[in-house]
Each structure stands twice: as structure tokens, then as C-alpha cells.
């Protein structure tokens, strides 16, 4: 049994070879569809995964108050139809929502973007000028789920007492310092002066966002140097206990709701999300995403599908006076299926593995040019394994069972 396999898949890669310039043209057919379906999942999956890593670490427990939702609001009962414009969160709203905001076991953070575009320096060396300077309370760290490296966080005491600290992005420690202990040493933002107490673990890059190249600052600091009218703030509430979470965000509403008077007939003017929100809107993009890449592979594995099978019909043609020898000489039937059927075989996997290479290899080349953080796509890949099993095995079955039932006395005198 097994002599007689080995036999049929030599006379199939035998035959492969003998129309090379077929077989090279069919499988470029498949392999164009497997790696469209490998590429677009595997970049799909690549934005998933740093989506996920990005917004995991701040925890299903946290929600932030901020000017609008994450998806555009339009105010469709207007005359005019214009896109509504909801005020900016000020200092005052947020400081008071601070103080009145009393659920328990509730940790807030207030933050703004003093600029994007700041120059550190240290000693004689110095940065361009795109560091971005935040000023933060003594909660922003833990809320958004960063974590310090080396030294501590500021504490409440640094953000009441408006000591001169800072915390640095991962950025710094390779840039400005060259490989220095930057805790302790003083920079200078803006001609003031900051103590580094602490150093930020690395967060990479998402979507061109350097997020290790920023500073934090207390944020009474950051206010009397960064004084450019209209400041939006941000206000980010973590709850302990995750089963008080709706609860948490209820009053949040109400009370910032209270904060800016708003009527009971009033629709909020702010927004509120939840970073598992942001998540599954997100998600909810991609599987678009991946239904083109479905659509897209089907439709030229399709057309691929075709031109296997009329390569092997054609295959059958021409080999017609072979079939006939090899039945006069005692082959079954199953013998003559089995042969043609490995070719077509053969050929699907062959267009596979190419489509799985390329497709790998243009996920990986769209994920380093987006900063993504790439995986290998194993059910990608399984399923592109599968697909061209099924391609061959449909494309396979006509043309093998077709040079099976073939007349040896008719093939014989086949010209």
C-alpha cells in the first residue's frame, strides 16, 4: 500500500514538472488569495493586540469624564444639522468635581497637555522639540495604568505643596541622559527647573504616538507655565471594587452634571467612556476588517479553484494514452484517481504555503510601518491550511474521477 502511495506522488510531482509553466501560474492564483486572507488577518490581528495591550492595562474598572464620546456626536435635531460642540472640561468644573465627588472607594485623576511640543534640557544637552509636558495629580500614574521603572510617583504632597518634580518617559533614559541614572538630576522645561524622581516603564509607539517621549509635571506647576486659553482637562476615575463600577459612573454623572447645571430635560454636554467600551468599538471596526479579507480571499481563491481544475482536466487530456497503459498494465481505478488527485493536491499546498509566507511577511512589513505589535497569526494560518485542502480536494474530485473512468481500449488508441 504504502510502495504504491509513494509511487503516485512521484509520478505527481513528475507530472508538476512537465507543466511547469501552468502549474507556476495556478499556484501564484492561489497563493494571491491565501495571502491576501494571512496579510489582512494578521494586520487586523496585529491592531487588535496593541489595541488590547495599550487599553488592558488601565483595567475594566476605570472611566474617564472628557469633552466628547470617542465616536462623533451630531446634533441631528438642529436646523442647521451642525456637528454639537460640547464645552471644554475647565479647571474649575474638574477641581470641583474633585471635591464633591464622594462615591467610595473611587481614586480620581485630573490631567491636562500643557504642550507637544517642549524642549528638555540637562546640562548642555537638550531635546528637539517634541516632548510632550502633562500636568497631573497625584492619581494619573496608577488610573491610566502606567507603572514607574525606577524611583516613585509624585504624591500628594508634590502635587499640594507645587513641588519642582518630574516623572520622564522610558524615552529619556537612552536619549538625553546616555545611559545616566536620571534620578535626581535637574532638567529645565521652559527655563524651570524639575527634580527627576521617577522614570516610566516603556509604552512604545501607537498610531505615530510616542508615548515615552513626555514629561509629568505637578499640575498647579504646569498650569502657571502653560497658560494658552480654553485648556481642556480629564478627569479619570478608578474604582476598587469593580462591582461598584455602574454605580461609580452614575454619580459621576450627576454630579458633574450638578457642576454644570444642566436641567433634568438637559442631554449631557461631556462625555463618558470606559476603556472596555473604547475596546469593543474598536473590535467592532476591525470585524469589518476581517470579513473584507474573507470576501477578498474567497473570491480569488474562487477563480483559483477554476484554474486548478482546468489545469487537470486538461492534464487528463493530454495524458489520456497514459491512463490507458497504466490500466492495461493491471492499475485500478482508485490507483488512476488517487494520482491525479495528488497532483491537484500538491498544487493547492504549494500555493498555500507561498500564500501563508507572503501574507506573514506583508502583516509583518503594514505592522512595523504602523507600530503595531505583531503576533504570528496561527488561526490564520490554520485556516488557510484548510482552505486550500478543500480547494484541491473540489478542484481535485471531477478531474480525478473523470481520468478513473477512462476506456483503456479507447485511451490506447488516443492519439
Known amino acids: 500500500m504504502f510502495p504504491l502511495f509513494k509511487e503516485n506522488i512521484r509520478i505527481a510531482f513528475f507530472s508538476i514538472k512537465s507543466q511547469l509553466l501552468r502549474t507556476i501560474l495556478t499556484v501564484m492564483i492561489i497563493a494571491i488569495g491565501i495571502t491576501a486572507l494571512v496579510g489582512i488577518l494578521s494586520a487586523v490581528a496585529a491592531l487588535e493586540n496593541t489595541i488590547s495591550s495599550d487599553f488592558a492595562s488601565m483595567g475594566a474598572n476605570t472611566f474617564n469624564l472628557q469633552r466628547y464620546e470617542s465616536q462623533i456626536r451630531v446634533n441631528g435635531g438642529g436646523r442647521n444639522g451642525r456637528e454639537k460642540i460640547n464645552p ?11 471635591d464633591k465627588y464622594e462615591f467610595p472607594q473611587t481614586n480620581i485623576s485630573i490631567s491636562f497637555t500643557g504642550t507637544s511640543s517642549a524642549e528638555v534640557k540637562y546640562e548642555n544637552e537638550k531635546t528637539d522639540p517634541e516632548v510632550t509636558v502633562l500636568g497631573i495629580n497625584e492619581n494619573y500614574v496608577s488610573n491610566s495604568g502606567l507603572e514607574v521603572e525606577k524611583g516613585r510617583d509624585l504624591n500628594f504632597f508634590d502635587v499640594e505643596n ?55 509635571i505637578p499640575i498647579q506647576i504646569a498650569r502657571s507655565m502653560f497658560t494658552a486659553p480654553d485648556i481642556n482637562y480629564n ?26 447645571g444642566l436641567s433634568p430635560i438637559e442631554e449631557n454636554n461631556f462625555g463618558i467612556t470606559r476603556s472596555d467600551d473604547l475596546i469593543n468599538r474598536i473590535f ?35 495524458r489520456t494514452r497514459e491512463i490507458g497503459v497504466r490500466k492495461a498494465l493491471g492499475a485500478k481505478k482508485n490507483t488512476i484517481a488517487t494520482q491525479f488527485f ?34 504570528t497569526p496561527w488561526m490564520a494560518m490554520i485556516w488557510a491550511t484548510a482552505i486550500t ?19 483503456p481500449i479507447e485511451s490506447l488508441r488516443y492519439e
Open 284 to 318: 467592532s471596526i476591525t470585524k469589518y476588517l476581517n470579513i473584507a479579507a474573507w470576501v477578498i480571499s474567497i473570491i480569488t481563491i474562487f477563480g483559483s479553484s477554476i484554474a486548478l481544475m482546468n489545469i487537470m482536466l486538461v492534464s487528463v487530456s493530454e
Open 88 to 98: 471644554i472640561l475647565g479647571y474649575r468644573e474638574v477641581k470641583e468635581f474633585k
Open 389 to 407: 485542502i478543500v480547494v484541491a480536494v473540489l478542484a481535485g474530485s471531477y478531474p480525478a474521477a473523470k481520468a478513473a473512468k477512462q476506456d
Open 342 to 375: 495528488m497532483e491537484t493536491l500538491i498544487i493547492g499546498q504549494i500555493g498555500g504555503l507561498f500564500g501563508i509566507i507572503f501574507g506573514i511577511l506583508i502583516g509583518f512589513a503594514v505592522s512595523s510601518a504602523a507600530g503595531f505589535d505583531f503576533t
Open 235 to 260: 478627569i479619570s476615575v478608578k474604582v476598587d471594587d469593580k462591582q461598584l463600577l455602574e454605580g461609580a459612573q452614575e454619580e459621576a454623572i450627576i454630579t458633574f452634571r450638578n457642576i454644570r
Open 162 to 216: 507645587n513641588n519642582n518634580v518630574a516623572i520622564l518617559g522610558a524615552d529619556f533614559k537612552d536619549g538625553l541622559f546616555k545611559n545616566l541614572n536620571p534620578i535626581g538630576k535637574t532638567i529645565s522645561i521652559r527655563g524651570a527647573k524639575f527634580r527627576v524622581v521617577g522614570v516610566l516603564e516603556s509604552k512604545g509607539s501607537t498610531f505615530g504616538n510616542r508615548q515615552d517621549l513626555r514629561v509629568l
